[in-house]
């Protein structure tokens, strides 16, 4: 592999990593309205 291409990989995995986090945070975010919704908190 090149080493072009080796540090596109690796930007690209750092950038998948981030924006997983960022899912996660939201999935989470929405699950804590839900049940705030509900009255639960």
Known sequence: MKPEMAKQLKAL??????????????????EILKEAAKGNL
């Open 13 to 30: 995995e750092r950038e998948n990593v981030r924006l997983k986090k960022m899912v996660a945070e939201q999935a989470l975010d929405r």
